[in-house]
């Protein structure tokens, strides 16, 4: 496993979850001549986006993210999500949230299995950072906070070999390895089976500084060649015309990690049939966590910096909605797997109690994925409360 995993992680993932916002909010968006007031506007729009970006790439919540460390668990994860999609006036509801992290989690697996050689993984990053820079062109602060996570890339990765990067490429490979949720667009584009899982394909550019197969070389003691020999490859193989930029700006070339919802396309924010995947990931956590307290103190770090916004004075925060109708968010609501409802976790433990503090005042009112059937009573250990995670 990689320690060098993490940002990466995050910061694709935080780039889809973006992308898919910024379409639905385009499609549920009216005139602000013609809106009501509980009905989305434009400028509702670029205020979300700017309030999460802005929280996103919070200097501090930055730092605590660049240092080494292990990658923790999918619900751990799935936690600073759910904190940060509420980071502005915006609010979802359980199934649209399920859903939200469902396509999330989906479309980076596919660019990571895509990825004509390892380090590509920080281009399509790159890309992720590029699309977010465009959502906030208008913002010179937030683009400040950006760049400087842009630099912070640049000076921890460009310098990793090959083979560190291909670490981290299996560390993301084995977080996504059980995920085999269906969604539209894939399925649409043929690039994923009935089943969940991905098509990948047997033609297209190959890596950066290779060859194209087809051409089997053969040598004397003296490296002389003495002999070439050719083979079908059963695919049709290009030589890329030139290596995408590594800078801060430039031309990346690879298109993995580009926004796939900028064109209008109405089934691109479904997933199918994820509800029995669900389930049978649910039971992923249950052994209790020998990490359990290093996550602990991972989360209470990471999300120190993570305030959800709550709508002052007469402000209503708006709901989003992740699905077509109100009627499939709620049918999607009741099929949910009972063992991953979520719940209000209340902290009250009596030891340590400049820690219980700090805890309390970070997860005061923080939903954590935690099965009913084993709900918390006071005064339980707070490892034990945090297991689930």
């Given at each position: 496993?990689?320690?060098?995993?993490?940002?990466l992680l995050f910061l694709n993932l935080g780039g889809e979850m973006l992308y898919i916002l910024d379409q639905r909010l385009r499609a549920q968006?009216?005139?602000?001549?013609?809106a009501r007031k509980d009905e989305w506007t434009d400028v509702d729009r670029k205020r979300v986006m700017n309030d999460i970006i802005t929280t996103m790439f919070n200097k501090k919540f930055m730092?605590?993210?660049?240092?080494?460390?292990e990658l923790y668990s999918k619900k751990a994860l799935r936690t600073v999500y759910d904190r940060l999609a509420h980071a502005s006036i915006m609010r979802l509801n359980q199934a649209s949230m399920d859903k939200l992290y469902d396509l999330m989690t989906m479309a980076f697996k596919y660019q990571v299995l895509l990825c004509p050689q390892p380090k590509d993984i920080l281009l399509v990053t790159f890309n992720h950072l590029d699309a977010i820079k465009?959502?906030?062109?208008?913002?010179?602060?937030?683009?400040?906070?950006?760049?400087?996570?842009?630099?912070?890339?640049?000076?921890?990765y460009s310098c990793l070999s090959a083979g560190e990067f291909q670490l981290i490429r299996q560390t993301l490979l084995i977080f996504f390895q059980d995920m085999h949720i269906?969604?539209?667009?894939?399925?649409?584009?043929?690039v994923q089976n009935s089943n969940g899982r991905f098509v990948l394909p047997i033609s297209g550019p190959v890596p950066w500084g290779t060859e194209v197969p087809g051409l089997i070389r053969m040598f004397n003691r003296n490296g002389d060649e003495v002999k070439r020999t050719e083979f079908s490859t059963g695919g049709n193989y290009v030589?890329?015309?030139?290596?995408?930029?590594?800078?801060?700006?430039?031309?990346?070339?690879?298109?993995?990690?580009?926004?796939?919802?900028?064109v209008s396309r109405p089934a691109e924010t479904h997933t199918s049939g994820s509800s029995k995947t669900l389930a049978s990931s649910a039971k992923e956590n249950i052994v209790p966590n020998p990490l359990a307290k290093e996550e602990l103190n991972f989360l209470a770090r990471l999300l120190g910096g993570l305030e959800i916004k709550k709508p002052g004075g007469s402000e209503t925060g708006f709901r989003l909605n992740l699905f077509t109708t109100d009627e499939e968010e709620e049918q999607a609501a009741l099929t949910r797997p009972e063992e991953l409802s979520y719940k209000v976790v209340n902290i009250e433990a009596t030891e340590e109690p400049a820690r219980r503090a700090e805890l309390e005042r970070i997860l005061g009112d923080l939903e954590v994925?935690?099965?009913?059937?084993?709900?918390?009573g006071k005064g339980e250990d707070l490892l034990a409360l945090m297991d689930g995670l």
């Amino acid at each position: 496993m990689s320690a060098r995993t993490l940002p990466l992680l995050f910061l694709n993932l935080g780039g889809e979850m973006l992308y898919i916002l910024d379409q639905r909010l385009r499609a549920q968006s009216i005139p602000g001549e013609k809106a009501r007031k509980d009905e989305w506007t434009d400028v509702d729009r670029k205020r979300v986006m700017n309030d999460i970006i802005t929280t996103m790439f919070n200097k501090k919540f930055m730092e605590e993210l660049f240092k080494p460390q292990e990658l923790y668990s999918k619900k751990a994860l799935r936690t600073v999500y759910d904190r940060l999609a509420h980071a502005s006036i915006m609010r979802l509801n359980q199934a649209s949230m399920d859903k939200l992290y469902d396509l999330m989690t989906m479309a980076f697996k596919y660019q990571v299995l895509l990825c004509p050689q390892p380090k590509d993984i920080l281009l399509v990053t790159f890309n992720h950072l590029d699309a977010i820079k465009d959502f906030i062109c208008d913002s010179p602060g937030i683009l400040n906070q950006v760049d400087e996570t842009f630099r912070q890339l640049i000076e921890m990765y460009s310098c990793l070999s090959a083979g560190e990067f291909q670490l981290i490429r299996q560390t993301l490979l084995i977080f996504f390895q059980d995920m085999h949720i269906r969604v539209s667009i894939f399925l649409k584009d043929k690039v994923q089976n009935s089943n969940g899982r991905f098509v990948l394909p047997i033609s297209g550019p190959v890596p950066w500084g290779t060859e194209v197969p087809g051409l089997i070389r053969m040598f004397n003691r003296n490296g002389d060649e003495v002999k070439r020999t050719e083979f079908s490859t059963g695919g049709n193989y290009v030589t890329p015309q030139r290596e995408g930029s590594f800078e801060l700006y430039g031309d990346r070339v690879l298109k993995l990690g580009t926004n796939m919802y900028s064109v209008s396309r109405p089934a691109e924010t479904h997933t199918s049939g994820s509800s029995k995947t669900l389930a049978s990931s649910a039971k992923e956590n249950i052994v209790p966590n020998p990490l359990a307290k290093e996550e602990l103190n991972f989360l209470a770090r990471l999300l120190g910096g993570l305030e959800i916004k709550k709508p002052g004075g007469s402000e209503t925060g708006f709901r989003l909605n992740l699905f077509t109708t109100d009627e499939e968010e709620e049918q999607a609501a009741l099929t949910r797997p009972e063992e991953l409802s979520y719940k209000v976790v209340n902290i009250e433990a009596t030891e340590e109690p400049a820690r219980r503090a700090e805890l309390e005042r970070i997860l005061g009112d923080l939903e954590v994925a935690e099965p009913v059937a084993e709900s918390c009573g006071k005064g339980e250990d707070l490892l034990a409360l945090m297991d689930g995670l």
